[in-house]
């Protein structure tokens, strides 16, 4: 769609916390072909064996989704920290290879890291499980995932690759006896693969495999662990899953369950398959912004990703197939709605992570309302939309956004020009 803004695909690390939730980052500024608002599963691999302790709240990021796929490098970090004070919870045998490894990563000695982190995960899969305490997949994974992200860190994302894989193919093999919190381990680590398959760029099947598997694996845990809405059918029940009304466990999160769908839609939209991708959407959307009815309540940050999202949704529509007044229509009615949702949301006051999003979700949507109101032949209108877009994406910092709401007033200022009559030349 000419001249429509969206998301860009910016990634950030996943630092690990002790009630293993993703984190939403902040928008990068990059304005591109439309991606997803992201949301990050966190690999925590320690103090974990009780999940229900933990609160709900955990650090916030400065930066969302995406620092993820910026130059290729897509880190896990990991919660050294955290593995120093629960120490006791690994056996014996483990720990001084863990001491050395975090050591080794924390003077920036990577290779030597890598070393310490392998010889433990080796000796990790020798150990009979009993000897890991509860929940032992998420200790063996745990270790995986960091061996990965200090191969990251030394330039070596193939390696990565290759233990985040084994990891999960670990998981997969021993599925039968994984609990709730290392079953969604398992969608952690798909979701993963998928962003860094991306980031390598490897070929766009093997992407999708590791997507597929981390939606699909997100919507089996969110079905068995939680109960079916009061008001649901048997015939609603066997159709996907209404996600927006699941009343999901205290470990399990909306963000756990819509960053997977959310990142399979924007991969369905990057590679033109968008009869995949705005249903995917649309399920991403529905766990952000409830229905008017539901009991749930979107947090402000929540509403304006979702508002985000609408206004991707706006620019699938007129990609799909030729352009029609129709498909206009469609794409305004859900800009619109977009905009709508964001002026609720910025009716109370807004966190400075919860501001960054909605003035990024301000300037993607006001930009679009005008390009779809230029298409419309519309240019008043457009012209008032292109100026709201470059005064918030200024008042916000975003100079990107700037730039391109500028050079859209320059040009509907030359088409204006162009079309104005000339004036007579008198008679000589």
Not at 122 to 136: H, N
Not at 332 to 355: C, F, N, T, V
Request: glycine share 6%; aromatic share 6%.
């Amino acid at each position: 769609m000419n001249n429509l803004l969206s998301r860009c695909s910016r990634q950030t690390s996943w630092p690990a916390v002790s009630n293993i939730q993703f984190k939403k980052a902040q928008q990068c500024q990059h304005l591109s072909i439309p991606s997803a608002t992201r949301y990050r599963r966190h690999l925590s691999t320690v103090n974990e064996t009780n999940p229900e302790a933990s609160p709900k709240t955990g650090v916030r990021l400065s930066t969302l989704f995406y620092t993820l796929i910026a130059l290729g490098v897509v880190s896990t970090s990991y919660g050294l920290y955290e593995i120093y004070k629960m120490f006791t919870q690994w056996p014996p045998a483990l720990r001084p290879d863990l001491r050395a490894a975090i050591d080794a990563k924390h003077k920036g000695n990577f290779p030597l890291s890598a070393k310490h982190f392998q010889r433990a995960y080796d000796m990790a899969l020798e150990l009979p499980v009993t000897e890991l305490g509860e929940q032992p997949y998420l200790k063996i994974s745990g270790v995986a995932i960091a061996l990965g992200e200090v191969l990251e860190l030394a330039n070596q994302p193939a390696g990565a690759l290759e233990s985040y894989t084994e990891a999960l193919e670990l998981m997969r093999k021993h599925k039968d006896k994984l609990t709730g919190p290392e079953r969604l381990r398992t969608v952690a680590l798909a979701h993963k693969l998928g962003a860094l398959a991306q980031a390598l760029g490897r070929p766009s099947a093997e992407e999708e495999q590791w997507r597929v598997f981390a939606v699909e694996e997100a919507l089996r845990l969110a079905k068995d662990t939680t109960a079916r809405p009061s008001h649901a059918t048997e015939s609603a029940d066997a159709a996907l899953v209404v996600l927006a009304e699941l009343d999901l466990p205290r470990w399990l999160h909306n963000d756990d369950v819509g960053a997977p769908i959310e990142a399979l839609g924007e991969f369905y939209g990057r590679t033109g398959r968008l009869d995949y991708a705005l249903p995917l959407y649309l399920q991403a959307i529905s766990m952000l912004v409830p229905p008017p009815n539901s009991p749930k309540k979107a947090t402000s940050e929540e509403l304006c990703r979702g508002a985000e999202l609408m206004s991707n949704m706006a620019e699938l529509i007129v990609r799909d197939g030729a352009l029609t007044r129709t498909k206009i229509h469609q794409a305004e009615a859900w800009a619109r709605k977009a905009l709508e949702i964001l002026d609720k949301a910025s009716s109370s006051r807004l966190s400075g992570d919860a501001q960054g999003v909605c003035d990024q979700a301000y300037v993607v949507t006001l930009f679009n309302l005008a390009s779809l109101r230029e298409m419309g032949a519309d240019p008043k209108a457009a012209k008032e939309y292109f100026q709201r877009a470059h005064d918030t994406a200024t008042r916000a910092g975003i100079r990107e956004g700037t730039a391109e709401a500028r050079m859209a007033l320059m040009r509907l200022a030359r088409a204006e020009s162009a079309a104005a009559p000339k004036p007579a030349t008198p008679e000589q």
